[in-house]
C-alpha cells in the first residue's frame, strides 16, 4: 500500500493524487500538516528517494520564510534536520510517496507517473460484474470499468 503525505489545499498535491488516482493506484493520504512523518520514516523515505536531505524542506513555504531556515539550514546536521521536520510537517516539500521500497518528494508530471505505476482498482470504482447486450444482441456479463 502506498502511503501519501500531503495537504489538501496544496496543487501540487492534487496533481500527484491525480496521477495515482489515473494509474489506479491504491493509498492512504495523511495529512502531513496535521500528522507530520516521524524522524524515522522522514530518514527512510529520504534514503529510497536519494535525495539529499536538506531537500526535504518547503523552501518555499511561510513556515520556512517565518523561520528564516535559509541561513540556518547549511550549519544543520541530519539529525537537527530530521527532528525539525518532525515536528512541523508545513517544513516538508510535498507531496511525499512512499510504499516502504521507493519513495518520491514533491512532484514532476514527467517521472511521477512512471515511478508510480499500478495495476489495483481505483479506490472509488465498483468491483463488480454487469449485465451488457454486445453488438449481435446477446447478453454477456463484464467487469464494470472506472471512469475516473
Not at 43 to 72: A, C, H, M, V
Request: hydrophobic residues 25%; glycine residues 6%; positive net charge.
Amino acid at each position: 500500500m502506498i502511503t501519501f503525505y500531503g495537504y489538501k489545499k496544496c496543487s501540487t498535491c492534487r496533481k500527484a493524487e491525480k496521477s495515482l488516482e489515473k494509474s489506479k493506484c491504491d493509498y492512504s493520504f495523511i495529512d502531513l500538516t496535521v500528522t507530520p512523518p516521524s524522524k524515522a520514516e522522514l530518514k527512510r523515505i529520504q534514503t529510497s528517494s536519494g535525495i539529499p536531505t536538506r531537500k526535504l524542506f518547503n523552501t518555499s513555504g511561510e513556515q520556512y520564510k517565518l523561520l528564516g531556515l535559509k541561513d540556518k539550514v547549511g550549519s544543520m546536521n541530519e539529525e537537527q534536520i530530521f527532528d525539525l521536520l518532525a515536528k512541523n510537517g508545513r517544513l516538508i516539500k510535498r507531496p511525499l510517496v512512499t510504499d516502504g521500497k521507493k519513495s518520491t518528494v514533491g512532484f514532476d508530471s514527467e517521472s511521477f507517473p512512471k515511478i508510480w505505476k499500478c495495476s489495483g482498482t481505483h479506490k472509488g470504482c465498483p468491483d463488480e460484474w454487469v449485465v451488457i447486450r454486445d453488438r449481435s444482441d446477446r447478453f454477456r456479463s463484464a467487469r464494470r470499468e472506472c471512469h475516473q
